[in-house]
């Protein structure tokens, strides 16, 4: 099996940290030096070897347990590896887990411990080592071992993504104690390894689309301006060609002008607007499974668009949207754009800053001349009925993908409307 080493976490060749004793505590530790030194004085002074004897044992035994604890994390080495960092809902993530012990001394006792996501859920693989934390909704997975000398550990899981979202795994804190348990050792790890969910892509091809399509009538575009990011081809120059076409290079090699050909483009620009605000009361938590639904048909919309070859941006309302900044993520086309708005529609979160008719009105200056705004809704209000007439009157062409619950609302004869409810539910 191959991991991405780019994704691992490694705790490095670091001395451990002795910590209080995880049988007894350092008071008593205290309590016990002073009582083995007090036997040996006394066996001294009374010249009684057998219990001369049990002091320097005692001693000897605390000295050694100190020392042993001191060194037993050395040259240990823990780390995770993923098959990737970056997954869709349902995918599954293939996760190792790997303790080296790259030293002479054996370690009796050692226990592994990492926080992740409860949204990270275990398939088909025993699950003892998981323990849900209700309070902090996390589980923790723990491992303990006993490790030879030079020897390698490993665990494998595969862990299924049930839920959108930035989820980091970890810390992790080692733990290691000494073969009388007087003394512990322990090595905190403050770094995470990152994962992040996409939203589920739904396919729109089974789609039938009004004669005015949103996005378009040809798979290509509106031949409207040309893409300059790379010619395709040359031909003459003739008349009205802009000088800023001219091949000068090719020009003078062919002893002729030349202009450069590019490939014909669109102008048309689709806005994806993401509204988390499922009440009313655009503040309060809505439905998390209309949320992820909206999430969903949002990257769904998206990846249609950039598919053929339309220029895509994103807007929400949610808590990280700056009123200053009106496009999570800017209009952009091409395979990388499909990235940046999965990676924006995964961290969204399920709280608005505004109504989606109010950030609607003030975003839409930042708007293209002629965008279709495609609305992922499952609210709709006469506040936004209204923003949607404003967009109408700049130009825009507005389509609302409706996921919400109960009578489809009335938008009137000029707005496309798709009902998605049944789709999202199979």
């Not at 054996?106 to 859920?121: A, Y």
């Amino acid at each position: 099996m191959k991991y991405d080493q780019d994704y691992t976490q490694q705790v490095k060749n670091k001395s451990s940290v002795p910590v209080s004793g995880l049988l007894i505590t350092n008071q008593w530790l205290e309590v016990l030096f002073v009582a083995f030194l007090a036997v040996l004085i006394s066996g001294i002074f009374a010249g009684n070897g057998g219990v001369i004897a049990f002091g320097i044992m005692g001693i000897t035994a605390g000295l050694l347990s100190y020392l042993f604890s001191r060194v037993a994390l050395n040259q240990v080495f823990y780390q995770k590896k993923f098959n990737g960092n970056r997954f869709f809902v349902d995918e599954l993530v293939e996760m190792q887990v790997e303790i080296t012990n790259k030293k002479p001394i054996p370690v009796p006792w050692i226990r592994m411990q990492d926080e992740m996501s409860e949204s990270f859920e275990v398939v088909n693989q025993d699950v003892t080592n998981f323990i849900f934390n209700s309070y902090t909704k996390t589980q923790i997975l723990r491992h303990f071992a006993s490790m030879r000398w030079y020897e390698r550990i490993r665990w494998k899981y595969e862990l299924k993504c049930t839920r959108r979202g930035v989820f980091k795994i970890g810390p992790s804190k080692i733990e290691s104690t000494e073969p009388f348990g007087m003394f512990g050792s322990q090595i905190n790890e403050d770094s995470f390894d990152e994962i992040i969910v996409y939203p589920k892509i739904v396919p729109l091809d089974e789609l039938i689309l009004p004669p005015l399509k949103p996005f378009g009538e040809s798979s290509g575009g509106m031949e409207l301006i040309q893409d300059f990011s790379g010619p395709r081809g040359l031909r003459e120059y003739s008349s009205g060609d802009k000088l800023s076409t001219i091949n000068w290079k090719s020009s003078a090699k062919l002893q002729k002008l030349h202009v450069n050909l590019y490939d014909p483009s669109s102008s048309h620009t689709i806005i994806v607007a993401v509204a988390v605000d499922s009440l009313e009361t655009y503040w309060a938590p809505g439905d998390t499974e209309i949320i992820e639904n909206i999430m969903s048909m949002a990257a769904s919309i998206s990846h249609h668009a950039l598919s053929n070859n339309y220029t895509v941006g994103l807007v929400s309302n949610d808590m990280q949207t700056r009123e200053s900044k009106a496009f999570i993520v800017s209009p952009g086309r091409g395979e990388y754009q499909l990235t940046k708005i999965l990676e924006s529609l995964a961290s969204i979160n399920t709280l608005a800053y505004a109504p989606m008719a109010e950030h609607l009105v003030e975003v839409s200056r930042s708007f293209p001349i002629g965008s279709t705004i495609t609305i992922c809704i499952s609210y709709v209000s006469d506040d936004l009925l209204n923003s949607i007439k404003y967009l109408l009157n700049k130009g825009c062409l507005v389509v609302v993908l409706y996921l919400g619950e109960g009578d489809l609302p009335n938008f009137g004869p000029d707005i496309y409307v798709y009902d998605f409810r049944k789709k999202m539910k199979k």
